[in-house]
């Protein structure tokens, strides 16, 4: 019988049953949107990593595994060329322009040979000094076509737009890179293939012991570390994030239960009267304010897959997963912070004197 | 089945002190069909409060079916109006977002009543509301909610039915329906009921008329 009062009296008010379930959905979209992206970014960029081709990767000593801040001397990769069972490697500089974007100094035939080569959908490889290639994404959601000049802090010709998948976004001529962006003779990671998949932990150990300060991952590695764990504040963010999602749904709650209280006065009144005890009047807005947040956290998932369709039109740089292990804590959390916001409208109900309740009008 | 003995209320609005009953004596019998009849102000529905446990007394006995309602906690009381009450109210107070049976169910499910009376529904048929158990109060008239607003008061068979002004809200037409309702129910299931009322004739319905002014019942 709660269950049915519950349900008539979200029935009763819909339009502030529905706005209070979409600012729940809110703050769900919200956590859904910061975790779906955290793992898409993430995942895309271990997807692109794998798409290099390489069996190991040297980082430059102290590197994160998804930061490129650190660069070491382009010298190194002759000495890891000349090691055993090595049978390509190649060295790259990420160069950050702005935002999360990088523009990816590379040796093109090196990098083919050991990616298997771009598929170009327009253009083709560099000719000039200043030519770039960038991937499909990064052309749709910069609206650029090949002929088109981009200024990357420097002016730079794209020369081709190629399929997605394969380390960055957007290539030049490694030495062209390193000269305008004052960073001659530096690179920021090298990719080593060996000569059989069978040595490759051969080619790590050695590679170890030649360059005991930098790191030394096998592919399978470091994409298995490219987690939120993994990524400098990105936790502390995402814990923000949570945190102001709470703070949401507690306001929200808080300002629709008081004033649906305050509503309901005389209902109130009219249940003590029955012999209904605060008991009885608090589990009934307990049960209104889960109701409220499940119907919030449909809303937020429904909106968080209407987030990652804008995204995928407009930024379709910034790759969002759906994150289904997530649904389950974003409707706790917003069950969390709806039942901390109606703790005092439910006491002050479960509180109301029933005479002055009977009077109210 | 009531027993009063110099019953006193005062209530406290702000600095000054209300003496709202002043001693009151009353007994009731089990089965009567008292009207208690007075002017605004008289402590009618003070008295009405106490002898249903919505608030306590400041003094004296008060005794229903030998529970002492004086010495009676919050929760006490939570329990006696479950259980030994049923309140009919001038304003129907039926609860807008239920249907008039979910209206009775409700009342049945406060009191921890989980099968329904199959009993009950010689009472719906006598109140005449059978056949508007589906319908929200809105869609009912005043008369019929006030019917409806009897049914939930009684379906816990309290011992004693309070109804306060129930006709106040009412045309005469459906005032003498109701009146002629609390008395079958008085007649034919001995239900014991005490109205208040400031109307004469609906006073006459009862088998018993006693008179308050302020804050005393005068004879």
């Given amino acids: ?361 | 089945m009531i027993e009063i003995r110099d019953l006193k209320k005062t209530y406290h609005a702000g600095e000054v002190d209300v003496h709202a009953l002043r001693g009151v004596n009353l007994s009731v019998q089990r089965g009567e069909f008292l009207c208690v009849v007075g002017p605004s102000g008289s402590g009618k529905s003070t008295l009405f409060h106490i002898l249903g446990g919505l608030t306590p007394p400041t003094s004296g006995e008060i005794r229903i079916e030998g529970r002492d309602l004086r010495k009676m906690t919050e929760a006490e009381r939570t329990d006696f109006r479950k259980t030994t009450v049923g309140f009919v109210f001038q304003k129907y107070n039926l609860l807008p977002t239920l249907t008039a049976q979910e209206n009775i169910d409700i009342a049945r499910d406060i009191a921890g009543r989980r099968q329904a009376d199959p009993h009950f529904n010689e009472v719906l048929n006598l109140l005449g509301i059978a056949g508007r158990l589906r319908h929200k109060p809105r869609a009912l008239s005043g008369g019929e909610q006030q019917r409806v607003a009897i049914a939930r008061a009684i379906v816990n068979h309290p011992a004693l039915l309070l109804a306060d002004e129930p006709t106040g809200n009412l045309d005469s037409e459906n005032s003498r329906i109701v009146l002629d309702l609390l008395r079958r129910l008085n007649h034919e299931f001995h239900q014991t009921i005490l109205m208040i009322t400031h109307d004469a004739d609906a006073a006459a319905y009862g088998d018993r008329i006693v008179h308050m002014k302020d804050g005393r019942i005068i004879d």
């Fill in chain 1, 1 to 361: 019988m709660i269950n049915r009062l519950v349900l008539e009296n979200l029935k009763h008010r819909p339009v502030r049953t529905l706005l209070t379930a979409l600012a729940i959905g809110i703050q769900v979209t919200l956590i859904l949107t910061l975790v779906g992206l955290s793992f898409g970014m993430l995942n895309d960029i271990a997807r692109r990593t794998e798409g290099t081709g390489a069996d190991l990767v040297v980082l430059p000593p102290d590197a994160s595994i998804i930061g490129f801040s650190q660069t070491m001397a382009e010298g190194i990769v002759n000495k890891v060329r000349e090691l055993p069972h090595v049978a390509l490697a190649t060295g790259i500089l990420m160069q950050p322009i702005g935002g999360i974007n990088y523009i990816t100094g590379i040796h093109l035939s090196e990098f083919n040979q050991m990616s298997g080569g771009f598929e170009y959908l327009a253009g083709g490889p560099f000719e000039q000094p200043d030519d770039m290639i960038v991937d499909e994404v990064y052309a749709r959601g910069a609206k650029i076509r090949v002929g088109d000049t981009v200024n990357l802090g420097k002016p730079w010709h794209v020369c081709g737009i190629v399929v997605p998948g394969k380390l960055s976004r957007t290539f030049a001529e490694l030495k062209t890179v390193q000269e305008r962006y004052s960073a001659t003779g530096q690179i920021s990671r090298i990719y080593v293939k060996a000569d059989n998949s069978a040595n490759i932990a051969a080619v790590q150990s050695e590679l170890q012991q030649r360059l005991p300060a930098y790191g030394v991952y096998r592919m399978e590695e470091l994409v298995s570390l490219m987690s939120v764990n993994n990524v400098p504040m990105l936790r502390q963010f995402t814990e923000v994030i949570i945190g102001v999602g709470l703070a949401i749904g507690f306001l929200v709650v808080f300002l629709s239960l008081y004033t649906a209280v305050l509503e309901r006065t005389r209902e109130i009144g009219i249940l003590k009267a029955l012999g209904a005890g605060p008991g009885y009047v608090l589990n009934i807005l307990m049960r209104e304010t889960i109701l409220l947040s499940l119907f919030g956290t449909l809303a937020g998932i429904l909106m968080s897959y209407g987030v990652r369709a804008l995204l995928g039109a407009f930024v379709p740089s910034f790759t969002m997963e759906i994150v289904y292990s997530w649904w389950p804590w974003a409707a706790v959390l917003a069950i969390l912070g709806s039942l901390i916001g109606a703790i005092y409208p439910g006491l002050k109900a479960a509180r109301q004197d029933a005479i002055e309740a009977l009077s109210y009008d």
